[in-house]
Nanobody, 124 residues
């Protein structure tokens, strides 16, 4: 089993930055694709970004492309999401997810392990 714990959320003004981190425990996630999803109140969980097992491939939702950067450190069993130029519409609970395959995926149902989420609130 893999346990994922997110941190780094908070309240920030529009145009500001936050860095989210996700720490994995239980087993190494180095062979896994890792992703970030988010869910705003009253909306479905949506894909944000994904990174391949070795960090060589990344993919972003159009809504965050150019503003967010996903990265990972397999030695530390962590994945991060650097969020710049934040907008009020980025407000959501952000979830870290792991998929026990090397293939990238954007569908939430493709992921086997989830963290409990961290709240990001962007004020206008």
């Amino acid at each position: 089993q893999v346990q994922l714990v997110e941190s780094g959320g908070g309240l920030v003004q529009a145009g500001g930055s936050l860095r989210l981190s996700c720490a994995a425990s239980g087993r190494t996630v180095s062979p896994y694709a890792m992703a970030w999803f988010r869910q705003a109140p009253g909306k479905e969980r949506e894909f944000v970004a994904v990174i391949s097992w070795n960090g060589g491939s990344t993919y972003y939702a159009n809504s965050v492309k150019g503003r967010f950067t996903i990265s990972r450190d397999n030695a530390k069993n962590t994945v991060s999401l650097q969020m710049n130029s934040l907008k009020p519409e980025d407000t959501a609970v952000y979830y870290c997810a792991a998929r026990n395959t090397v293939a990238l995926g954007v569908a939430a149902q493709a992921y086997n392990y989830w963290g409990q989420g961290t709240q990001v609130t962007v004020s206008s």
